[in-house]
C-alpha cells in the first residue's frame, strides 16, 4: 500500500530523529530519496549515507531561496516533498524579541512554504504529494504558552497546508501534515526525564502517518493537518 519503487523522495529535516525513521521506511519500500544537509558533521554521522539510492545535498538554510533551489535543481520527475526541516524555541513573549520570532518564522513557516514552492514545481506535470510537519500548538493554541513564536510559525504551517492543498490539487498534488506531540526521542527523554514517555509517539510511528500521506496509497486526502499524538 506504501509502495515507492523508483519514485524520487525529497525529505528535508532528515538528519533528524523523525528525518532517519522517514527516510529508513522510504529506502525499505523502494524510494529514492534527496536529503539536504546543513553542516558536514550531519552528513558524515547520518544513518543511511552509504544506501545507494541515497543522495545527500549540501544545501544550507532553507530559508535562503538559494539554498532550496539547490535541494530541487535538477530533480527530474519528483513524486513526493516532505518537509520536516524546522525549530524549536520555548520562551514567555517578554523574552521574545523581533529576531527571536523571525528565527522561528523563517525555520518552520519561510522554509516549508519556500520548499512547498519548489516541489509544486517540480511535480506540476505528473501530480504527486507534499507532506508537512505542524505541531500540536498549531491546532491546540493554548498549547503553545511560553513558546508563542514557535506555535505561531507552526500554526502558519497549518495554514499553508489548507490553502496549497486547495491550490494546487487539480494538478494531481495531494498536499497534507502531520502535528505530532512531543514525540519519544533520546533527545526528549533527557530533556524530560520524569515525564511518562510511554504515552509519547515514537518516531516510527508518525514516520508510517507520513509515509501514508506521501504514498500513491493516499488517493483522497488533501489539506489535513493529521494529530500524531500517540497516547498524550
Known amino acids: 500500500m506504501t509502495d515507492f519503487a523508483d519514485r524520487q523522495v525529497i525529505v528535508t529535516g532528515g538528519a533528524g530523529a523523525l528525518g532517519a525513521a522517514v527516510v529508513g ?18 552528513a558524515e554521522r547520518y544513518a543511511h ?10 544545501a544550507g538554510d532553507l530559508a535562503d531561496e538559494a539554498a532550496v533551489a539547490r535541494v530541487y535543481d535538477g530533480i527530474g520527475p519528483l513524486w513526493a516533498s516532505i518537509h520536516l526541516a524546522g525549530g524549536f524555541a520555548a520562551a514567555p513573549i517578554a523574552d521574545t524579541d523581533k529576531a527571536a520570532l523571525t528565527a522561528q518564522l523563517d525555520a518552520n513557516l519561510v522554509s516549508c512554504a519556500l520548499c512547498c514552492r519548489a516541489a509544486v514545481a517540480a511535480m506540476r506535470a505528473d501530480g504527486g ?22 506555535a505561531v510559525s507552526k500554526a502558519g504551517v497549518a495554514a499553508l497546508t489548507a490553502a496549497l492543498a486547495e491550490e494546487v490539487v487539480s494538478a494531481g498534488i495531494l498536499v497534507n501534515a502531520v502535528a505530532p506531540s512531543i514525540m519519544d ?5 533527557k530533556a524530560m526525564p520524569k515525564a511518562e514517555h510511554a504515552l509519547w509517539p515514537t518516531v516510527n510511528e508518525v514516520a508510517a502517518t507520513i509515509l501514508f500521506l506521501a504514498s500513491p ?3 483522497v486526502t488533501r ?4 494529530p500524531v499524538y500517540g497516547k498524550s
Open 185 to 189: 526521542t533520546p533527545a526528549n527523554r
Open 223 to 226: 489539506g489535513a493537518v493529521v
Open 49 to 58: 549515507r552509504d544506501h545507494a539510492r541515497l543522495t545527500l545535498v549540501a
Open 217 to 219: 496509497a493516499n488517493a
Open 129 to 150: 504529494r507534499i507532506v508537512n510537519v505542524a505541531a500540536r500548538p498549531a491546532l491546540e493554541w493554548r498549547a503553545g504558552a511560553g513558546m508563542t513564536a514557535y
Open 25 to 42: 521506511a522510504l529506502l525499505e519500500r523502494g524510494a529514492r530519496c534527496r536529503v539536504p544537509y546543513r553542516r558536514a558533521a550531519d
